[in-house]
């Protein structure tokens, strides 16, 4: 159930010379209910997966960024029930993660900010990119974070921020594309 990218995992977590055909492991993070797993799906193109797979998923995707294409796999797997995935592992193999919450529950704002400071202690050496995302803008009338409230905390947390609507599709492509500018920033900056 789980495809973890046959034989490519291992040779290509630690990255560096090959950069170019990389593939970029990008996690989401974030409370339950959030979107993360619709986010993720309408990144790989399948909006109607089974909604509680309890295992989680792994969507991989070419996408065009600038005139490059760029790898992605994108892996749902953030404290499923399968137990497969550990937290730890979670925090440590990712090339950039998305931070996730909805624009509708404080809780879960509360919870990224925990989230980016976990992601902190396991990769304080590592200059990772990190996107504070705000799901679910479509529900205006149940919003309980203002864009203001989630730009300055992203502000605090030297990240990116995006407000999305997986109902919508509003800005999922550009989530991921921010995603893959993020990266390739920090691949470059490394060349330099
Ligand atoms: P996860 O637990 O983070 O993977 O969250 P899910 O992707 O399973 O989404 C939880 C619920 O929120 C589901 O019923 C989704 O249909 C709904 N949902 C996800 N994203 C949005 C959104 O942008 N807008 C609205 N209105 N509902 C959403
Ligand atoms: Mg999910």
New binding site residues.
């Given amino acids: 159930r789980l495809d973890w990218p046959e034989g490519s995992s291992d040779s290509l977590s630690s990255g560096g010379s090959d950069s170019d055909e990389s593939v970029y492991k990008v996690l989401?993070l974030?409370?339950?209910?959030?979107?993360?797993?619709?986010?993720?799906?309408i990144f790989g193109g399948v909006e109607d997966g089974p909604?509680a797979e309890a295992a989680g998923h792994t969507y991989d995707r070419s996408i065009m960024v600038d005139g490059e294409e760029a790898s992605l796999m994108v892996y749902?797997i953030w404290e499923q029930d399968g137990g497969r995935w550990l937290p730890g592992h979670c925090l440590a193999m990712g090339d950039a993660y998305v931070i996730?919450y909805?624009v509708t529950d404080k809780g879960s704002f509360e919870k990224a900010s925990e989230l980016r400071v976990q992601l902190r202690r396991a990769r304080q050496t590592d200059d990772v990119p990190i996107i504070l995302v705000g799901?679910?803008?479509?529900?205006v009338r149940s919003r309980e974070v203002s864009l203001d409230e989630g730009r300055a905390c992203a502000v605090v947390f030297d990240c990116k921020f995006i407000e999305?609507?997986?109902?919508?599709h509003?800005n999922v492509q550009a989530l991921f594309e921010g995603v893959v500018r993020q990266i390739r920033l920090r691949r470059d900056s490394k060349e330099a």
């Fill in positions: 989401l974030g409370a339950p209910g959030v979107g993360k797993s619709a986010l993720a799906r909604e749902d996730v909805s799901n679910k803008s479509d529900l999305t609507s997986a109902a919508l509003h």
